[in-house]
T-cell receptor
C-alpha cells in the first residue's frame, strides 16, 4: 500500500513558471523525501526534510512540511523543460526502515 | 560507475517461467531494498536486507518471490511461475545506515523491466 498521495496527479506548465506539488501522508514520520523519475528510469533523490523542520531549500527547490496536517509541498521555481519528470514523495515512517512512496505527480514543462 | 547496478534491464518471459534479477548495490552500502513499480504508480516496497539478513518482507511478496543477499553484497530476486500480473519494473536500491547520516536516503538503480506474455 502507498502512504503518500500526491496532488495534482499531472501538471503542465510553461518554461519559466513555478511548479508546486503537494503530498499528504497518514502516519507519523521521521522525515520526508522527494524523488524525481524520468520516464523509464530509476528514481533520483532530490531533498530530505526532517520531521522537526518546516522548510528547506536546495537550488531551485523549496520543500515545506506541516506535520500537524501530515502534508508537504515541493516547489520548483523557474522551471525548465529538463524538469519534465514524475515527482514522488517518500516517507520514512517511525518504526520502519523502508521508504513508502506516493503515487507521484507527472510534471510536463513546455518549452 | 559506482551507482546501483541492475541486470538484466529488460526481460520478456512466457507465463509460467522463472526469472531472476540481480542487483549490485553501491559498494559500502549495508542496506538493500527491492521495490516494484507499475505504470503510473509509485514504487511499492517488496523487501529489505541489512547486510545478509532479510529484515522485512511486504505482503506483496508472495511465495513465488524469493530474494537473497549472500554475503551481504549483491542480491537476487527470483520470481517463480511468472504470471502476467508480475509485469512491472523491479527496482533495487541501497543505502548506508549507521554513519550518523540523517534520514534514510536511498539510491536507486535503473530498474529491470519484466514483461510476462
Amino acid at each position: 500500500s502507498q502512504q503518500g498521495e500526491e496532488d495534482p496527479q499531472a501538471l503542465s506548465i510553461q518554461e519559466g513558471e513555478n511548479a508546486t506539488m503537494n503530498c499528504s501522508y497518514k502516519t507519523s514520520i521521521n522525515n520526508l523525501q522527494w524523488y524525481r523519475q524520468n520516464s523509464g528510469r530509476g528514481l533520483v533523490h532530490l531533498i530530505l526534510i526532517r520531521s522537526n523542520e518546516r522548510e528547506k531549500h536546495s537550488g531551485r527547490l523549496r520543500v515545506t512540511l506541516d506535520t500537524s496536517k501530515k502534508s508537504s509541498s515541493l516547489l520548483i521555481t523557474a522551471s525548465r523543460a529538463a524538469d519534465t519528470a514524475s515527482y514522488f514523495c517518500a516517507t520514512d515512517a517511525t518504526g520502519r526502515r523502508a521508504l513508502t512512496f506516493g503515487s507521484g505527480t507527472r510534471l510536463q514543462v513546455q518549452p | 560507475d559506482t551507482g546501483v547496478s541492475q541486470n538484466p534491464r529488460h526481460k520478456i518471459t512466457k507465463r509460467g517461467q522463472n526469472v531472476t534479477f540481480r542487483c549490485d548495490p553501491i559498494s559500502e552500502h549495508n542496506r538493500l531494498y527491492w521495490y516494484r513499480q507499475t505504470l503510473g504508480q509509485g514504487p511499492e516496497f517488496l523487501t529489505y536486507f541489512q547486510n545478509e539478513a532479510q529484515l522485512e518482507k511486504s505482503r506483496l511478496l508472495s511465495d513465488r518471490f524469493s530474494a537473497e543477499r549472500p554475503k551481504g553484497s549483491f542480491s537476487t530476486l527470483e520470481i517463480q511461475r511468472t504470471e502476467q500480473g508480475d509485469s512491472a519494473m523491479y527496482l533495487c536500491a541501497s543505502s548506508l545506515a549507521g554513519q550518523g547520516l540523517v534520514g534514510n536516503t536511498i539510491y536507486f538503480g535503473e530498474g529491470s523491466w519484466l514483461t510476462v506474455v
